[in-house]
Structures are given as structure tokens and as C-alpha cells.
């Protein structure tokens, strides 16, 4: 991605003024950590907002670092990437698959971070994402950490949907559309269910305003 990222650049060349992208996210990259900071030093500010996610818990990554003999740029623990212009989150707190490769894509909760990092530009540790800060940092970088108990259940994840596909609407024109929603299921289960989504969403939009 970095390579590709750097042909484009070369082929079109950026206004001062302007951010190529307005979101640039690395998800468990599996590239030399020491060739991904050095990259970085140009990379840095073609995004409005550039993320890192990385995992202690990402056993492919550790098997990558075995054949290459280099630490990985999607790598936490003690040698996790802190630079100016990058917002770090630490993930390895999250249940993932047997190889801990696809977190960001498998768990509800990384997806509902991503929705609102790549919908609304909110900065890690704002209400609306999953992120506390790890009370760790090189200055003046800090560090974040994904919070598992924040951010789980598919409720949270279905509001945030909801949210998106209602981003034209008011807050009580959205949560009346949810409601009338709710009041035609005839299945108590989904019922209820339905509800703690509309718990959730009304929370959210709360947060937003």
C-alpha cells in the first residue's frame, strides 16, 4: 500500500493547500516497521487524518516478523509505531480470528470505530469512538487503546448504521423513523432487540450534537 501510495503521489502531485485524501488508514500492516517510518516522512499530511491499527495479538504478523526478521509496522507491545501526524491505536485487547490478522473487519466494535473515523473524521478518545488513551506517548504523540467494553454488541454497530443512512435528518425525525420501524415488528425478540438499538442510536445522536 505504501509503494502504491507513493506512485500516486509521484503521478499527481498535491496542492499545498489540500489534502490528497481526507482519510488514509493502515490497517495491521505487514511491512518493515523501520521502512514504514521511514515512508511515513513523506506520506505524512496527504490525509486529513491518517490511523494506524496495530495488534500484539496478530499471530500472522508475528509469523512475519520470524521470516523477514523485522518487527512489523501492524505490530504493538513495545516497539509500536508513535509518530507526529498518525493516530496509533493499540487493538490487541480484541477477540479476534485464529490468526488475529482481521480484527478490524471481524469484531462489531472495530467496525463501528472505523465507521465513525471514516464518516466523521472523529479523532480518537471523542464520545463517538472506541479509543482511551494507553497513558503512554512519545512526546508529543500519545497512544490509544481500542476499548473492548466501550464499543461491543451489534447494537452499537446497527445504530451507527442507522446513523449514517439518517445523516440527513434530524435527531428526532431520525429516532421517529426508527420508531415507527419498531412499532411494525410483530416479533417480540426483534422487538426488544430493535429497541436497545434505538437506546444506543439515541444515545449516539446525543454525543453528535
Known amino acids: 500500500m505504501i509503494a502504491a501510495l507513493e506512485i500516486y503521489l509521484k503521478a499527481h502531485p498535491r496542492k499545498a493547500d489540500r489534502a490528497a485524501f481526507g482519510q488514509l488508514v493502515f490497517t495491521a ?3 518493515d516497521r523501520k521502512d514504514f517510518v521511514a515512508a511515513f516522512a513523506s506520506l505524512r499530511g496527504i490525509a486529513e487524518r491518517t490511523t494506524l491499527y496495530a495488534s ?3 499471530l500472522a504478523l508475528r509469523a512475519s516478523k520470524t521470516v523477514h526478521g523485522e518487527p512489523r509496522a501492524g505490530s504493538a507491545g513495545a ?3 508513535l509518530l507526529p501526524g498518525l ?5 490487541s485487547g480484541l477477540p479476534a480470528d485464529a490468526l488475529g490478522h482481521s480484527y478490524y ?3 462489531d466494535g472495530a467496525v463501528y470505530d472505523l465507521l465513525h473515523l471514516l464518516w466523521r473524521n472523529d479523532p480518537p478518545g471523542s464520545p463517538q469512538r472506541c479509543n482511551t488513551s494507553a497513558g503512554r506517548q512519545v512526546d508529543p504523540v500519545p497512544l490509544w487503546r481500542f476499548n473492548v467494553d466501550k464499543c ?3 447494537d452499537l454497530l446497527e445504530a451507527g448504521v442507522l446513523m449514517k443512512q439518517y445523516q440527513n435528518q434530524g435527531p428526532a425525525q431520525i429516532v421517529a423513523l ?3 420501524q419498531i412499532a411494525a415488528l410483530t416479533d417480540p425478540t426483534q422487538r426488544q432487540a430493535a429497541q436497545l438499538v434505538l437506546t444506543r442510536l439515541s444515545a449516539l445522536l446525543g454525543a453528535a450534537n
Open 105 to 107: 473487519a471481524a469484531s
Open 152 to 154: 461491543k454488541g451489534s
Open 56 to 58: 500484539d495479538s496478530d
Open 79 to 81: 516497539g509500536i509505531i
Open 178 to 180: 426508527v420508531k415507527a
Open 29 to 31: 500492516p505487514d511491512v
Open 87 to 91: 493516530d496509533t491505536i493499540d487493538m
